[in-house]
């Protein structure tokens, strides 16, 4: 089945410093998408990606959706405490039912 | 607009013992989804319904599994005869839309542990 690969697997970064994280698959996906889930939460939706090459920011977070619709990575610049959490990729699968495929999701802790 | 609500948000049950969670999309929305989290895991997809219907179900294991999404009411996740490995947390999202698959909201979750 589908899969996606999501690097790195945690972060410990300094308040101010840029974040990049990113996901790759060995399968093309139509739609990326960038989720952060807070402890004892569900995910939120950050970035939706539609078309290869496609660049969308959303505050301070920049995502892109790769040339080859294989892989998407998502920057946090000039981060802050509150970035805490972990951020998962997800694609839609090739089902046409609306099925999401998730990364397994890199931890991010910032040190104030 | 109240957002995705599931209930209850924590489960305790005994193994063998029947796991009854419940999810409300949100309003307007008839499109639901399940998944799964095992802990350090990303979410898993289970089965995605409509109303009265199971759409796609590919992902839910072939035995003490079930999911329904009645015409009223919540729609339920039932595992039968519980197992220490179904400790997970599991999540209900709903979107408005098939197309609308980038306008899933998440629940909350509710976070079973078997004893």
């Known amino acids: 089945g589908q899969q996606l690969n999501q690097s790195p697997q945690s972060m410990f970064i300094q308040e101010g410093e840029d974040v990049s994280m990113n996901c790759t698959s060995s399968?093309?996906?139509?739609?990326w998408l960038w989720y952060k889930q807070d402890p004892g939460e569900g995910p939120v939706l950050l970035i939706a990606?539609?078309?290869?090459?496609e660049l969308t920011s959303n505050g301070r977070l920049t995502a892109q959706f790769g040339i080859t619709r294989k892989d998407s990575f998502l920057n946090i610049s000039a981060s802050i405490p509150s970035d805490v959490g972990i951020y998962f990729c997800a694609g839609l699968g090739s089902s046409n039912t609306g099925k999401l495929i998730f990364g397994q999701g890199t931890t991010l802790q910032v040190k104030p | 607009n109240a957002g995705v609500m599931q209930n209850p948000r924590h489960l305790v049950r005994r193994r063998g013992q029947e796991a009854r969670l419940r999810c409300s999309p949100m309003?307007?929305?008839?499109?639901v989804y399940w998944y799964r989290q095992l802990p350090e895991e990303g979410l898993k997809f289970m089965v995605y319904l409509q109303k009265e219907n199971i759409i796609d179900e590919s992902g839910m294991p072939k035995e003490r599994f079930s999911a329904e999404f009645p015409k009223e009411g919540p729609s339920i996740l039932r595992i039968q005869q519980v197992v220490r490995g179904d400790s997970a947390a599991y999540f209900c999202?709903?979107?408005?839309?098939?197309?609308?698959?980038?306008?899933?909201?998440f629940g909350p979750g509710t976070r079973l542990t078997v004893l």
């Open positions: 990606l539609y078309k290869a090459g």
């Open positions: 309003k307007g929305h008839s499109h």
């Open positions: 399968s093309i996906f139509n739609t």
């Open positions: 999202a709903s979107s408005p839309t098939l197309l609308g698959a980038d306008t899933q909201y």
